[in-house]
């Protein structure tokens, strides 16, 4: 395991929780991103950032709802997910590679190193 993430929980619909993943120096990249793969379901992208000039991408069932954000200082991605929704619950993954990307960010084979996750659970 490479990047560590915590903060996954239950909620009920319309909470918030807020996400965080760590990642060695080695492995943070240029790309970070957000997945989640609920039960039955493929690994999807929700967010991603630029860690070198801020660009922040987003799933368009995230949007208005959920905010990425970054310290570079300390190696550190946040995804803040506010008015949960119970189509929310998935396993969260966090995701470093070392590119980025506007059209691929969303790709599971564009990041090469993960997070184990930190599941989310909304009733």
């Known amino acids: 395991v490479q990047l560590v993430e915590s903060g996954g929980g239950s909620v009920q619909a319309g909470g918030s929780l807020r996400l965080t993943c760590v990642a060695p120096?080695?492995?943070?990249?240029?790309?970070m991103g957000w997945f989640r793969q609920a039960l039955g379901k493929e690994r999807e992208g929700v967010a991603a950032?630029?860690?070198?000039?801020?660009?922040?991408l987003y799933a368009d069932s995230v949007k208005g709802r959920f905010t990425i954000s970054q310290d570079n200082a300390s190696k550190t991605v946040v995804l803040q997910m506010n008015s949960l929704k119970p189509e929310d619950t998935a396993m969260y993954h966090c995701?470093?590679?070392?590119?980025?990307?506007?059209?691929?960010?969303?790709?599971?084979?564009?990041?090469?190193?993960w997070g184990q996750g930190t599941q989310v659970t909304v009733s």
């Open positions: 995701a470093a590679s070392s590119r980025f990307s506007q059209s691929r960010w969303h790709r599971e084979s564009w990041y090469n190193a």
């Open positions: 120096e080695r492995v943070y990249g240029k790309c």
């Open positions: 950032l630029s860690t070198r000039d801020g660009n922040l």
